[in-house]
């Protein structure tokens, strides 16, 4: 029962590092890297959860808004609004 109780402590301590650290990388680097990612696909047809989708899946903190997308980088706080059929996903503009 002892070893029981000293492995789930193990296990437990070995998670909150897991969820710890990523959380510390959940946001990327500067708004470069974000204009890389949306210029580098073209889609006429993406709407606002499918951009938000696209952002979550690489580790940027996006949220859909109606008919745009919420994303907090280096502190600031950008909307994406997609573009239809210009060239890239989506315009960035600065909300505060």
């Given amino acids: 029962m ?8 193990v296990i437990m301590v070995l ?3 897991m ?3 990523n959380t510390a990388t959940a946001e990327k680097g500067d ?8 210029s580098s696909y073209e889609d ?5 959860n ?6 979550v899946t690489h580790n940027y903190n996006a949220f859909p808004r109606d008919g745009y ?3 907090m980088l280096s502190g600031k706080i950008y909307s994406l609004i997609p573009n239809g ?7 960035i503009g600065i909300l505060s």
């Fill in 2 to 9: 002892r070893i029981l109780i000293k492995d789930w402590s």
């Fill in 15 to 17: 998670s909150f590092i």
């Fill in 85 to 91: 059929e210009k060239p890239g996903l989506c315009d």
């Fill in 50 to 55: 499918d951009l938000a989708f696209l952002l």
């Fill in 19 to 21: 969820v710890s650290s």
């Fill in 69 to 71: 997308v919420e994303l």
């Fill in 44 to 48: 006429s047809l993406v709407n606002s």
């Fill in 31 to 38: 708004i470069s890297d974000l204009n890389s990612l949306v």
